[in-house]
Nanobody, 130 residues
Framework: QVQLIESGGGLVQPGGSLRLACVVS????????MGWFRQPPGKAREEREF???????????APAASVRGRFTISRDNAENTLTLQMNSLKPEDTGVYYC????????????????????WGQGTQVTVSS
């Protein structure tokens, strides 16, 4: 059974930084395209927003327009770890952040659609507030 465990969330002031991590177990990490999504306050889990995605080999990334230039997605296939470096955080970045995994994709494909993902973590809370 594939498990995804996120960490690194917390409370940060506007303009600050956080680094999220997602450790994957129970499968071969390099077989999965990975993504980060977030659920803003007051919205249902089905309304999760796409944040960023990365291909199986890490060569292709796809950040959402709202985070481009501020957030960086990366992966370490040797350590089974996905990361999201978040800089210049804004209050509208507040939410529960989830990592997700999907198998069976081409080596260079980044997947941006939530319902195409097979496995999800439990989420980590990020709050940006002064």
């Amino acid at each position: 059974q594939v498990q995804l465990i996120e960490s690194g969330g917390g409370l940060v002031q506007p303009g600050g930084s956080l680094r999220l991590a997602c450790v994957v177990s129970g499968g071969t990490f390099g077989n999965y395209a990975m993504g980060w999504f977030r659920q803003p306050p007051g919205k249902a889990r089905e309304e999760r927003e796409f944040v960023a995605a990365i291909s199986r080999n890490g060569a292709s990334t796809a950040p959402a327009a709202s985070v481009r230039g501020r957030f960086t997605i990366s992966r370490d296939n040797a350590e089974n770890t996905l990361t999201l470096q978040m800089n210049s955080l804004k209050p509208e970045d507040t939410g529960v952040y989830y990592c997700a995994a999907v198998s069976g994709r081409a080596l260079y494909t980044a997947v941006v659609i939530p319902h195409q993902y097979e496995y999800w973590g439990q989420g980590t809370q990020v709050t940006v507030s002064s």
